[in-house]
């Protein structure tokens, strides 16, 4: 899953250079361990819901390649009719990528409200980055869910830059972690899987046994910039990412544990990794091939199940449609 990830977002840096893909694009090459461990770790019936790097989660959540791909180009066969894009993807229990930032926060809080309102043994994963961490309406999350004893885990993913801004030059204290004061909070490696993993099973029990929220800041690293827009090497070193490649890649580093363990041969993972790059090979020809939704359905979509209705365009005489 984590080669997938990887190969999906490679593929999508080469969409985007060719013009094929426009608009907002933020890759989470890097942080594959994030998506892939989380999901080990809780059940399919469980909420996720993200910022706005946002497409290795769509994956792990179990749309496809395909879907994905299509949803980048602005095709009828994304995940989203084409309407979405890189920010806006969304599957069963998974609210999307936000574009707003830190916005999702709250609405993540109100997702695990449903849970415990509903009596559902379910729990809701509430993810925001570093650069949002310093805001506002994620402390009044906090305080919510702990004064209610929410099922909501606050995942910070620090990838130790927000957009250009090192940690070190935004936040008075880096320890995310320690953030929810009257939260018990921990933090996790992000760049082992399985730590990743382990940490959310224990998140998610603690959150099952009704005793509220909880705080998980992972340690992860981007390789590529903040967005597409962004080089991503003003503000660190080429020398930086190259180490962080070379000695902590969480496709590495399982790699080597799974080789070391006897789990697996250096042969099995070279088929898996050849399987992967097919699979992402013909999700971009049908993602390049696919037709462009028509303008007709542009007002398409804005409840699951109300009667058609009519939507006024970009003036009073232009109307469009709306179909559940």
Not at 55 to 75: C, K, P
Request: proline share 4%; net charge neutral; charged share 25%.
């Amino acid at each position: 899953m984590m080669q997938t990830v990887r190969r999906m977002e490679l593929k999508a840096d080469q969409l985007y250079k060719q013009k094929i893909i426009r608009g907002f694009c933020h890759l989470c090459d890097g942080q594959e361990a994030c998506c892939v461990g989380m999901e080990a770790g809780i059940n399919p019936t469980d909420h996720l819901i993200t910022a706005y790097r946002a497409h290795g989660f769509t994956f792990t959540r179990g749309l496809s390649v395909r879907e994905i791909l299509a949803e980048l180009t602005g095709r009828r066969g994304g995940c989203a009719k084409g309407k979405g894009g890189s920010m806006h993807m969304y599957a069963k229990n998974f609210y999307g990528g936000n574009g707003i930032v830190g916005a999702q926060v709250p609405l993540g809080a109100g997702i695990a409200l449903a849970c415990k309102y509903n009596g559902k043994d379910e729990v809701c994963l509430t993810l925001y980055g570093d650069g949002a961490a310093n805001q506002g309406q994620i402390f009044e999350a906090y305080n919510m869910a702990a004064l209610w004893k929410l099922p909501c885990i606050f995942i910070c993913e620090n990838n130790r830059y927000g957009m250009g801004t090192s940690v070190e030059r935004a936040a008075a204290s880096t320890d995310y972690y320690k953030r929810g004061d009257f939260i018990p909070g921990m933090r996790v490696d992000g760049m082992d899987v399985l730590c990743v993993r382990e940490a959310t099973k224990f998140a998610a029990a603690h959150c099952r046994a009704g005793k509220g929220p909880i705080l998980m800041e992972l340690q992860t690293y981007r390789y590529h910039g903040h967005s597409m827009s962004d080089p991503g090497v003003s503000y660190r070193t080429r020398e930086e990412i190259q180490e962080v490649r070379s000695k902590s890649d969480p496709i590495m580093l399982l790699k080597d544990r799974m080789v070391n363990s006897n789990l697996a041969s250096v042969e099995e993972l070279k088929e898996i990794d050849v399987e992967v790059r097919k699979e992402i090979e013909d999700a971009a020809q049908f993602a390049t091939a696919d037709p462009e939704p028509p303008l007709e359905e542009l007002g398409y979509h804005i409840y699951s199940n109300e009667p058609p209705f009519e939507v006024r365009g970009a003036n009073q005489w232009i109307k469009f449609k709306s179909i559940s």
